[in-house]
């Protein structure tokens, strides 16, 4: 089991900054921490996503470039630092876990094991 908290949501100008925190608890080996954002009316889509424990990193396009994920396994936390943000990534942006498996999809939401509650970025023009 996995526990996940995020933090550090909130409202910001286009062109600002913003890092998301996950705070991460239970058994985390071998396993791959991910950032997703629904924003209202759409899907849940892939924003990133790294291996916790070698630290390989996958991107959307969308956000590569801007956004970073990073983790530091000493405070068992993943982050995102979100750089010249843009009024479509306002999103609810959630954390997720996913266990290391065969035949894993490391972009599909529908392959994460465990989610936080998600934190609000609003992004105003």
């Known amino acids: 089991q996995v526990h996940l908290v995020e933090s550090g949501g909130g409202l910001v100008q286009a062109g600002g900054s913003l890092r998301l925190s996950c705070a991460v608890s239970g058994r985390t080996q071998q396993i791959f921490m991910g950032w997703f954002r629904q924003a209202p009316g759409k899907d849940r889509e892939f924003v990133a996503t790294i291996s916790k424990s070698v630290g390989t990193t996958y991107y959307a396009d969308s956000v590569n470039g801007r956004f970073t994920i990073s983790r530091d396994n000493a405070k068992n936390m993943v982050y995102l630092r979100m750089n010249s943000l843009k009024p479509d990534d306002t999103a609810v942006y959630y954390c997720?876990?996913?266990?290391?498996?065969?035949?894993?999809?490391?972009?599909?939401?529908?392959?994460?094991?465990?989610w936080g509650q998600g934190t609000q970025v609003t992004v105003s023009s």
């Open positions: 997720a876990a996913l266990a290391v498996r065969s035949g894993v999809r490391l972009t599909s939401s529908s392959d994460y094991d465990f």
